[in-house]
T-cell receptor, first 112, second 115 residues
Framework: RKEVEQDPGPFNVPEGATVAFNCTYS??????FFWYRQDCRKEPKLLMS???SGNEDGRFTAQLNRASQYMSLLIRDSKLSDSATYLC?????????????FGKGTKLSVKP | EPEVTQTPSHQVTQMGQEVILRCVPI?????FYWYRQILGQKVEFLVS????????KSEIFDDQFSVERPDGSNFTLKIRSTKLEDSAMYFC?????????????FGAGSRLTVL
């Protein structure tokens, strides 16, 4: 079973749309959760950490369901600049040092 | 904003040759990492480094690979006897702390092409 699974997309949405991405992870002992964004041929950049109670950062809302081993990212009012690949990332060990497990990513394309 | 810098941005090498990829982590960061991403695939952890020694490594990081902090600023990844399947983007990252929730800052990557 893959450690972190995501729908690869692509999600093609118009500007202003709301779009949601889902992710499941296999290690129930995972302690830390993140969404990263990666532009084509660029490095991953942290979008937001994900907390058990859910958290919001502007147009972005992240949710975590530990019981179902499921994460989600909601983007409201999509901008052209949101076009990228969104990576679901899990630290499976809690106390370990930066051994992040990445999903393959969901590609988002926002059209005018 | 502080950044992680990597050189070279692109290296082309012949199969069997040795390559060294260089990274300058953020100056006050204590934990350093190498990840790789084969084209079209996911980002994969290779190794983490703290206090001048490897703290964790993946099964990918076999005897072909080594890391070193030769001075107070550089962090290097050496790949001996490169193979075609080593062609990938190699990302260096660093963090202030090492616990699970810590945030990593990635460099722009070094693209390695093995012919």
């Amino acid at each position: 079973r893959k450690e972190v699974e995501q729908d690869p997309g692509p999600f093609n949405v118009p500007e202003g749309a709301t779009v949601a991405f889902n992710c499941t992870y296999s290690n129930s002992a995972s302690q830390s959760f993140f969404w990263y964004r990666q532009d084509c041929r660029k490095e991953p950049k942290l979008l937001m950490s994900v907390y058990s109670s859910g958290n919001e950062d502007g147009r972005f809302t992240a949710q975590l369901n530990r019981a179902s081993q499921y994460m989600s990212l909601l983007i409201r009012d999509s901008k052209l600049s949101d076009s990228a690949t969104y990576l679901c990332v899990v630290n499976p060990h809690g106390g370990s040092q930066g051994n992040l497990i990445f999903g393959k990513g969901t590609k988002l394309s926002v059209k005018p | 904003e502080p950044e992680v810098t990597q050189t070279p941005s692109h290296q082309v090498t012949q199969m069997g040759q040795e390559v060294i990829l260089r990274c300058v982590p953020i100056s006050n960061h204590l934990y350093f990492y190498w990840y790789r991403q084969i084209l079209g695939q996911k980002v994969e952890f290779l190794v983490s480094f703290y206090n001048n020694e490897i703290s964790e490594k993946s099964e990918i990081f076999d005897d072909q690979f080594s890391v070193e902090r030769p001075d107070g600023s550089n962090f290097t990844l050496k790949i001996r006897s490169t193979k075609l399947e080593d062609s990938a983007m190699y990302f260096c990252a660093s963090s202030e702390a090492g616990e699970g929730g810590t945030v990593l800052t990635f460099g722009a990557g070094s693209r390695l092409t093995v012919l």
